[in-house]
């Protein structure tokens, strides 16, 4: 998640506030909690896709954005695939049971505990290659492509689902992206008061059951066309919200933000195998507090990792990032 131009902080801000919203979905969603799944499924990961579209680069060739995504991307999803699976194959071993190698070599759906969040590495990776295949075309084939996608999802789920590495799911997740890319034009235009409007009207509509949490790895896009517009819409809130935000923020603290979010792409790897680890060692913890935990413990890892000399391989990112304290000198 990092990235060779100048960095927003605002951005980087939304980044770590959607992967926070990661972990904490998959803290409270495992306990049945349906006030989770209202206010998180909703949004933490479209958000993800909006911005990708939000940041879009419209003169970066296919090549191009092929080696940037498997840096960024897959390199990671390949050095954790391997560290966590070690580790876990080891404990399951020990326990006298295997690893389900095929399950975890297709990536995707298929994968269970501790690999939840791989699959939305692999669909942002092939819902990006396919919007910046499809750039050389009208633009009205990428939506085109994107809404037949999304009438698949609300049909046939499982025929998304069953492609490995969740690229089915990639093509009715590039709506997002879509999204992002048509927002970032219109939103130097907005009021100030449409960045509340859109999370506040929202909400409403989450709230009333109007429109349904997304579950995007299962193929399921909520309600038809409502969840999509509803997820897009508090993207785009989101983005005005934490713009006007930093736009006051001191410049220490958006230097720690954005150093959080540059190495969150870990933080996204590693959590459910804590949540997995925390279950074995401690039982029934208060959500709180395995939450809490688990997003301390991923986050040290992360930046413990990203200051040895394979720290660009498990982030994703540069140069390895100075995360200092707000207050610190």
Same mark, same amino acid.
């Given at each position: 998640?990092?990235?060779? @131009?100048? @960095?927003?902080?605002?951005?980087?801000?939304?980044? +770590?506030?959607?992967?926070?919203?990661?972990?904490?979905?998959?803290?409270?969603?495992?306990?049945?909690?349906?006030?989770?799944?209202?206010?998180? $499924?909703?949004?933490?990961?479209? +958000?993800?896709?909006?911005?990708?579209?939000?940041?879009? #680069? =419209?003169?970066?060739?296919?090549?191009?954005?092929?080696?940037?995504?498997?840096?960024?991307?897959? +390199?990671?999803?390949?050095?954790?695939?391997?560290?966590?699976?070690?580790?876990?194959?080891?404990?399951?071993? &020990?326990?006298?049971?295997?690893? =389900? *190698?095929?399950?975890?070599?297709?990536?995707?759906? $298929?994968?269970?505990?501790?690999?939840?969040?791989?699959?939305?590495?692999?669909?942002?990776?092939?819902?990006?290659?396919?919007? @910046?295949?499809?750039?050389?075309?009208?633009?009205?084939?990428?939506? &085109?492509?994107?809404?037949?996608?999304?009438?698949?999802?609300?049909? #046939?789920?499982?025929? !998304?689902? /069953?492609?490995?590495? %969740?690229?089915?799911?990639?093509?009715?997740?590039?709506?997002?992206?879509?999204?992002?890319?048509?927002?970032?034009?219109?939103?130097?235009?907005?009021?100030?008061?449409?960045?509340?409007? !859109? *999370?506040?009207?929202?909400? #409403?509509?989450?709230?009333?059951?109007?429109?349904?949490?997304?579950?995007?790895?299962?193929?399921?896009?909520?309600?038809?066309?409502?969840?999509?517009? *509803?997820?897009? #819409?508090?993207?785009?809130?989101?983005?005005?919200?934490?713009?006007?935000?930093?736009?006051?923020?001191?410049?220490?603290? /958006?230097?720690?933000?954005?150093?959080?979010?540059?190495?969150?792409?870990?933080?996204?790897?590693? =959590?459910?195998?804590?949540?997995?680890?925390?279950?074995?060692?401690?039982?029934?913890?208060?959500?709180?507090?395995?939450?809490?935990?688990?997003?301390? +413990?991923?986050?040290?890892?992360?930046?413990?990792? %990203?200051?040895?000399?394979?720290? %660009? *391989?498990?982030?994703?990112?540069?140069?390895?990032?100075?995360?200092?304290?707000?207050?610190?000198?």
């Amino acid at each position: 998640m990092g990235s060779t @131009r100048k @960095r927003s902080a605002a951005i980087d801000g939304l980044r +770590v506030l959607g992967i926070v919203a990661i972990v904490a979905g998959h803290v409270w969603s495992d306990r049945s909690n349906d006030l989770a799944r209202m206010g998180l $499924y909703t949004w933490h990961v479209p +958000v993800f896709f909006f911005l990708s579209g939000y940041l879009w #680069a =419209h003169d970066r060739s296919l090549g191009v954005e092929f080696g940037k995504r498997v840096r960024t991307l897959l +390199v990671p999803y390949g050095a954790w695939l391997l560290l966590i699976g070690a580790v876990y194959g080891a404990y399951l071993w &020990a326990n006298a049971q295997t690893l =389900h *190698v095929g399950n975890v070599l297709l990536g995707g759906s $298929y994968m269970g505990a501790p690999f939840f969040a791989f699959w939305f590495v692999t669909a942002l990776f092939g819902a990006c290659l396919l919007l @910046r295949a499809l750039q050389r075309f009208p633009v009205w084939l990428p939506w &085109a492509i994107a809404n037949a996608g999304l009438a698949v999802a609300y049909l #046939a789920p499982d025929a !998304l689902t /069953a492609v490995p590495f %969740s690229l089915g799911v990639a093509v009715p997740a590039m709506i997002f992206i879509l999204a992002g890319m048509l927002f970032r034009r219109i939103a130097p235009k907005l009021k100030k008061w449409v960045a509340v409007a !859109l *999370v506040a009207g929202s909400a #409403a509509l989450v709230v009333t059951g109007l429109a349904q949490p997304l579950d995007m790895k299962q193929g399921d896009f909520g309600t038809p066309v409502i969840s999509v517009v *509803v997820a897009s #819409a508090i993207s785009a809130g989101l983005v005005l919200l934490l713009e006007r935000m930093f736009a006051a923020t001191i410049p220490r603290a /958006a230097r720690f933000v954005t150093g959080a979010a540059t190495i969150g792409l870990a933080v996204v790897f590693t =959590h459910s195998a804590f949540i997995l680890a925390l279950s074995i060692i401690a039982g029934d913890l208060p959500s709180v507090l395995q939450f809490v935990i688990v997003l301390l +413990v991923s986050w040290s890892l992360a930046y413990l990792v %990203s200051r040895t000399p394979l720290g %660009s *391989v498990f982030t994703g990112a540069g140069a390895a990032p100075r995360i200092r304290r707000p207050g610190a000198g």
